[in-house]
């Protein structure tokens, strides 16, 4: 049963890995006409976006995501009435990349309104909404959403008293949906779509098809972890040797500790997805960044660091497992068995519960919806573990490290570490409420004297209640000390601004930082498609297309965390010509074009949409950031990147598009 539930796990995670960059439609609007009365119409624009994508409000702050707006062409025997107006689920949330409060809709349904008046007669109105969408791993580009409508209000004014009537004759053209689109006038041959031609290259790279497994593997470390600790190690050999004892038939009692194992993973399955079923779906993807929930969390991460101290024992009331394990001892079979894997849940909650609280908090604000059950998957496999193999193989017992001291470092190890995390959280509500307490040079020193004293506990110089007295530091101890030191001598260089990238996920963005003397970022030698290609053909070198948003976090995020790599920087400042291009760039192009998408002429208003227009039409994608390599011709030379953070791979992906580039010469 566990195994089939694992491959189960695994399988859903492979089918939901990403495929070959390609045109994105998470979120699909429709235009209503409706009347309130004689002449007074609301243009209601309805969207539905697809689990884990929000779609923002109108009126953002300058510097933030795109806002939605009405943008009107052409307009005769008509006027608006006020603003566009959201309607609906709309949430406001500190943004930690932007530095700023934004609003978004939130759940499945966005709603825009528009009021208009017409004054009788004929009429016409054409325009477009204009949106910004985004979900955790990339953004799409301002989408449009046409609309036109033209006729004749016929309005009959009656003496007060009667009512008024209206007769309105008018054509509706709706939405035209965005597909790849072909230039209307020919363009240069760098223009040419390669779609095809990236697809030979394999699969886009993304970070999405490791993030499953990251999750399950964290739990699995925290499962490893639980079981070094004083209330789980020493239960080991007594709860196998009951098993192997409590009948002569040896291969029942195997089956039985491997049931016992079993038990384990359900009951911690059953926990994580009970997270789920309380918090809801809606209320996981909040935690990230609600600052209330962040508080509680930095509290009540705190409060287990205290307890892994020594402080206190967290401890559920005893008549809890009292009554579990009399429960066990009257019944029989699978249930008895199932029950006293219940009881060591309970018994050992003083130990694991911190573990766990972490755990759950952790891959909650990962902000999916099965993340608590993935990970509490990989926890219960590894706490289930020694069970199962010292029932198959019961002669590893006498091979087992004895209890003892050993086992209070390790709790008070993870309490330095919960306290190390706990600051996450912290920082995230400092950023909502404009506090600045925590900003980015203030988190890195706590987190040098953290894990310095860490490092100096290690060493035996720092002592806790119920660590034992004396004693030499063990070798794996002093390599352990040895890694702390080195980690918070490694952040010290961050205080003035360095990038630190081990922790760029956790510290609070650069931004914040007040003394920077850190110089080594990467810029953009062009934010032309046409002057960069033209500059790469004169002067022999490839290029790479940077397509971005002034809204994109995540593109914010691999700027910061993967450009200022020296690597990754001396590769694009010195071997590429980079041409970056915002997508959201509202500058109006000096006479519009006009493109056919789907067999309907489009016309192209901005900077922003003529990029767009070139990532669709060229490259078959439309979500940022979206990083591809070409040749002097416009022709790929490696496979399209997103967003992931791994520099060894981005180096690997510009590497080879310049091997490609030399051999093709």
Known sequence: MVRRLFVGWLLAAILCLPGIAQIQEPVKF???????????????????MD??????????????PISATLNIDEMEGAELVGKLEPRGNVVEKMDPIFGMKVKFFEGERAEFVQKVRMNGGSYKIK?????????????????????????????????????????DTAAVVPAIPLTPAIM???????????????????????????????????????????LLTPCVWPIIPMTVSFFLKRTKDRKKGVRDACTYGASIVVIYVALGLAVTLVAGANALNDLSTNAIFNIFFFLMLVVFAASFFGAFEITLPSRWSNAVDSKAERTTGLLSIFLMAFTLSLVSFSCTGPIIGFLLVEV???????????????????????????????????????????????????????????????????LAYGWHILDRETFLALWIVIFALLGFYLLGKIRFPHDDEGGKVSVPRFFMALA???????????????????????????????????DNEVYAKFNDYDAGMEYAR???????????????????????????????????????????LYVDEKT???????????????????????????????????AQPFYVLLDNEGMPLNKSYAYDEDIDKYAEFLETGLKNYESGK
Not at 210 to 218: D, E, H, K, N, V
């Open 51 to 64: 689990a884990g994508w929000h779609v923002y409000s109108t009126d953002l702050p300058e510097g933030g």
């Open 588 to 622: 109006k192009l000096s006479e519009p074009i006009k493109v056919i998408e789907n067999g309907t002429e489009r016309t192209l208003r901005t900077v922003g949409d003529k990029w767009s227009y070139l990532q669709r039409s060229k490259f078959g994608a439309n």
């Open 484 to 518: 702390s030191l080195a980690f918070a001598v490694y952040m010290v260089p961050g205080l003035w601004g360095a990038p630190l990238k081990a922790v760029s996920a956790f510290a609070p963005p650069m931004q914040t930082q007040d003394f920077n003397l850190y």
């Open 364 to 430: 909650s604000t990962a902000g999916s919806v099965v993340a608590p059950a993935i990970g509490m998957l990989g926890f219960a496999i590894a706490l289930a573990l020694p069970f199962t193999l010292f029932a198959l193989f019961p002669s590893w017992l006498k091979s087992m490290p004895k209890s003892g001291g050993w086992m209070n470092v390790v709790k008070v190890t993870l309490g330095f570490l919960e306290l190390a995390f706990a600051l996450k959280f912290l920082s995230v509500a400092d």
């Open 538 to 580: 004169q002067n022999g070198k490839p290029v790479m297309v940077d397509f971005t948003g002034y809204g994109c976090v995540n593109c914010r995020k691999m700027e910061l965390a993967v450009w200022t790599d020296p690597k990754i920087s001396r590769l694009l400042n010195e071997d590429y010509v980079l041409i970056t």
């Open 30 to 48: 429709e235009v209503e006409w409706k009347q309130h009365s004689p002449g007074d119409y609301e243009i209601i624009f309805s969207g539905t």
């Open 127 to 167: 325009g477009y909404l204009q949106y910004g969408a985004c979900n955790d791993e990339s953004c799409l580009p301002p989408t449009n959403v046409e609309f036109s409508r033209e006729g004749t209000v016929l309005i009959d004014r009656f003496p007060t008293g009667r009512k008024e009537k209206a007769v």
């Open 184 to 226: 209307k006038n020919p363009e240069p041959g760098y223009w040419k779509p390669v779609i095809d031609e990236l697809r030979n290259y394999g699969e886009q790279i993304n970070q999405v098809s490791y993030s499953w497994l990251y999750i399950f593997f964290a739990g699995f470390a925290g499962g490893l972890l639980a």
